[in-house]
């Protein structure tokens, strides 16, 4: 969902349950995505990228959406397990990075048991 | 080491004072980013490195913040007179230029704490 400034909204599922977290990328020409993942205390880490020229890509467990019209990313992950507790940002950039990355502002992804 | 490293992973600093973290990007990186990370919440953009280009400031919050990278490698931060709400996780990150679809890599963090 969207977020008010930095605040980090949060997503709640329970173990064993598929996990669908949402971005809404800012820049209609970037055509290149990326999906990080923050454990606590560590910095973040790359989980599966896709290219513009696709509309998704599978990972072991994790699969990227990308909707190019309403510029919205999903990321998919499959029986989530504890271990996938994290904060997760997407990013985007335009030309293989020489232009920067730009981040979205993050879910926070909670497993209950 | 092969990953990017970042010194000290914890300061603890008085109000008022100048702090510097450093940053050791991956060898061959030409690109390197700063982000501010507060408890609980996402990442903001402080400033971006590419190359010998003129860095992209636009996300330095004051002018008590500001950045260098001395041979397009190490990177220093340097927060003068600071301020409570400096207190944050500070990330570097660096990406190759050339190749395309190039994701950033990022260290662990300098938790920077202001009493």
């Known amino acids: 969902g969207e977020s008010v400034g930095l605040h980090l909204p949060t997503l709640s599922v329970q173990e064993g349950d598929n996990s669908i977290i949402n971005c809404a990328y800012s820049?209609?020409?970037?055509?290149?995505f990326i999906w990080y993942k923050q454990e606590s205390g560590k910095g973040p880490q790359f989980i599966i990228d896709?290219?513009?020229?696709?509309d998704k890509r599978q990972g072991q467990r994790v699969t990227v959406l990308l909707n190019k019209t309403v510029k919205h990313l999903s990321l998919q992950i499959a029986a989530t397990q504890p271990g996938d507790s994290a904060v997760y940002f997407c990013?985007?950039?335009?030309?293989?990075?020489?232009?920067?990355?730009?981040f979205g502002k993050g879910t926070h992804l909670i497993i209950q048991p | 080491g092969a990953g990017v490293s970042q010194s000290p992973s914890n300061k603890v600093t008085e109000k008022g004072k100048d702090v510097e973290l450093r940053c050791d990007p991956i060898?061959?990186?030409?690109?390197l980013y700063w982000y501010r990370q507060s408890l609980g919440q996402g990442l903001e953009f402080l400033i971006y490195?590419?190359?010998?280009?003129?860095?992209?400031k636009s996300g330095l919050p004051s002018d008590r913040f500001s950045a260098e990278r001395t041979g397009g490698s190490v990177s220093t931060l340097t927060i003068q007179r600071t301020q409570q709400e400096d207190s944050a996780v500070y990330l570097c990150?660096?990406?190759?230029?050339?190749?395309?679809?190039?994701?950033?890599?990022f260290g662990q963090g300098t938790r920077l704490t202001v009493v």
């Open positions: 990013a985007e950039t335009l030309g293989g990075g020489a232009d920067g990355l730009t």
């Open positions: 820049n209609s020409a970037s055509d290149y």
């Open positions: 896709i290219r513009s020229n696709m």
């Open positions: 490195f590419q190359g010998n280009s003129a860095p992209d």
């Open positions: 990150a660096s990406s190759p230029w050339t190749a395309r679809n190039t994701e950033a890599f």
């Open positions: 060898s061959g990186h030409t690109a």
